[in-house]
Each structure stands twice: as structure tokens, then as C-alpha cells.
């Protein structure tokens, strides 16, 4: 059974950091890509962050020079440090793989997550 978890989620104040984690299981995820997604309440779900093969990142224009999402070498854990974070940072947020990274880009992804809280107060 193919399973997505995230962790690391939790409160901190306004400029503070934290580092969430995703690790798959079920299957060889070396070859697929693998992102980060958050949805606010009362918004849609969009894009944080995304990782591909050759290490190879791209970020949302909000979260730019505040996220770095990584991977680890065997492909099977990703990784979002969130730095100087802000209130409107606050979410629910995603851990997602496809094996096809123009799917998972548009949010669309054969696995997800169940989700981490990240609550950034002010």
C-alpha cells in the first residue's frame, strides 16, 4: 500500500521557522516527482514547492527565498524548511508524488498526504 506522511507541522510565531517532512512508502519513488501543496481555509489548494529528478526545484512566487524544498538520495522523502514565515503562511500543507512532473505542477497527482497543520501567528 502506497502511503504519503507528513510531519512537522505545528505553531510558531510570526518570522519563525519549520521544517516539514514526507515520507513514502509502498513503492520506489526515486523516479517520480514530488511537491508540496498548502490549501487556507475558505481557499483552494495551490503549489509550494516541486522536486524532479537531477534535484531539480521550483517554487511558488510567494514562498520564494523563504521555502527550500529538498530530497533525500534514495528518492523516497521530501522535505519544505520554511523560513521567515508568515501569518498568511497558515495552512494545511501537502505532501504530493506523480510520475509526472507537468501533472504534479497543476496539482494533479496520483499520491497525496493526509496533511500537517501549520499555524503561523501574528
Known amino acids: 500500500q502506497v502511503q504519503l506522511v507528513e510531519s512537522g507541522g505545528g505553531l510558531v510565531q510570526a518570522g519563525g521557522s519549520l521544517r516539514l517532512s514526507c515520507a513514502a512508502s509502498g513503492r520506489t519513488f526515486s523516479n517520480y516527482a514530488m511537491g508540496w501543496f498548502r490549501q487556507a481555509p475558505g481557499k483552494e489548494r495551490e503549489f509550494v514547492a516541486i522536486?524532479?529528478?537531477?534535484?531539480?526545484?521550483s517554487h511558488a512566487d510567494s514562498v520564494k527565498g523563504r521555502f527550500t524544498i529538498s530530497r533525500d538520495n534514495a528518492g523516497n522523502s521530501v522535505y519544505l524548511q520554511m523560513n521567515s514565515l508568515k501569518p498568511e503562511d497558515t495552512a494545511v500543507y501537502y505532501c504530493a508524488a506523480d510520475a509526472s512532473f507537468l501533472k504534479l505542477r497543476r496539482g494533479v497527482a496520483d499520491y497525496w498526504g493526509q496533511g500537517t497543520q501549520v499555524t503561523v501567528s501574528s
Open positions: 522536486t524532479w529528478s537531477g534535484g531539480v526545484t
